[in-house]
């Protein structure tokens, strides 16, 4: 089943405010004037939330007249779902009020009506207000759009598709939201080798933007790991304070600003570089030792790959014994000891001897001196 990601704006209700609208809906005239005091971000404490309830009590009145032709996203989901067959939906909010409630609306409206339309091929939709309205992303501030919005994006993105290792089952629909952002889910799109869908409102047209064979070399990632991992998340570095200051300046010219010495990721360098460490997962181990006897023991390296980056896996598979948390692998004798370190996993005994695990249960207390100069490490990760 395809995943249709659509972000969503508020072409919900600037059609309500048409005058062909507006001679049908009984009540216009008692919230039209309560739309510009809901714009502003999707967590302010002042979202008049009288003024909210009437707007979605008003406009989903409006939505059980049966109407697919409501808004820009719900028009063009249906028309996806006709060309593609079955499909779950994940609507993505801008952070603003507007745009949390337009997917609420549209999200009931689906679901309500999902055996009326598209010969009922909406199998499934998601939207939770607290998880999918992307933080940062609006028009009013530049440097937070770019330095958070984007970023905030990829990372749902990348949450979508598997954690960032599936997207053969992801399409993009950006007929809704900014335009600001169909630049970069275009990017993003084209080197995932997934289609994008667009409908002009005013048409019954669907257009499928195809893939093109757009590849991006990542290496120069790897090579400026550190620069990039000091860049992450909005932060501005002096630019001398990076490594191979010179070089890394050249590299990745196309991913950075530099404005009196200052340093930071533009928009397109903050969502190439989250979805590019996506792929790896970042732990502590207590010494070298630990790290050699990781990548020596291959049941404990592929448990490392596979399984212990995946919170779900390593919360369901996590056991207290005696005074350690140990991953138990199962039906076979690996185990791995690990604590959390400044919210990161740090892996301070590995085992894969059963006898040999045992004594040290027995004979060894947990105790912070274990994990007190920890050394960071990455993996790439895998797929079970």
């Not at 629909?173 to 005013?202: M, S, V």
Request: negative net charge.
């Amino acid at each position: 089943m395809k995943k249709i990601i659509t972000t969503v704006g508020a072409s919900l209700f600037t059609n309500y405010m048409k005058p062909e609208a507006q001679a049908k809906i009984e009540g216009y005239e008692t919230i039209k004037g309560q739309f510009d005091v809901l714009d502003a971000c999707a967590d302010a404490t002042d979202r008049k939330r009288q003024q909210e309830k009437e707007i979605k009590e008003q406009i989903h009145y409006w939505l059980t007249l049966d109407n697919p032709n409501a808004c820009a996203e719900i028009k063009s989901l249906l028309k996806i779902a006709e060309q593609e067959g079955n499909i779950e939906v994940y609507l993505l909010a801008t952070d603003t009020v507007l745009s949390v409630l337009a997917c609420e609306l549209i999200g009931d409206f689906l679901i309500t009506n999902k055996a009326n339309f598209a010969e009922g091929k909406v199998k499934e939709v998601h939207f939770k207000s607290k998880n999918d309205a992307i933080k940062g992303l609006q028009v009013k501030d530049k440097k937070s759009f770019e330095k958070n919005g984007l970023v905030n994006l990829q990372k749902k993105l990348n949450q979508i598709a598997n954690n960032g290792f599936y997207w053969d089952d992801c399409i993009f629909n950006f007929t809704g939201g900014y335009k600001a952002i169909i630049p970069y889910l275009t990017i993003i799109a084209q080197i995932k080798k997934r289609p994008l869908y667009y409908i002009f409102e005013d048409t019954n047209e669907v257009i499928k933007i195809p893939q093109t064979p757009l590849a991006f070399d990542t290496d120069f990632f790897e090579t400026y790991w550190n620069n990039f991992e000091k860049l992450s998340d909005g932060n501005i570095i002096d630019v001398n304070e990076l490594e191979n200051t010179y070089q890394f300046q050249q590299d990745a010219q196309s991913c950075i600003e530099i404005e009196e010495g200052d340093c930071c990721l533009n928009g397109l360098g903050g969502m190439l570089w989250e979805d590019y460490k996506s792929q790896f997962f970042t732990f502590y181990v207590a010494n070298e030792d630990v790290q050699r006897e990781i990548e020596a023991k291959q049941g404990i390296k592929r448990i490392v790959e596979n399984k212990i980056w995946n919170k779900e896996i390593l919360t369901s598979k996590t056991e207290k014994k005696g005074t350690h948390k140990v991953y138990d692998d199962g039906n076979n004798p690996f185990r791995v000891f690990y604590e959390n370190y400044h919210n990161t996993i740090c892996i301070y005994k590995v085992f894969e001897n059963h006898d040999i695990y045992e004594n040290y249960i027995n004979t060894t207390l947990f105790n912070q001196g274990l994990i007190s100069n920890p050394i960071l490490k990455r993996m790439k990760k895998s797929l079970i």
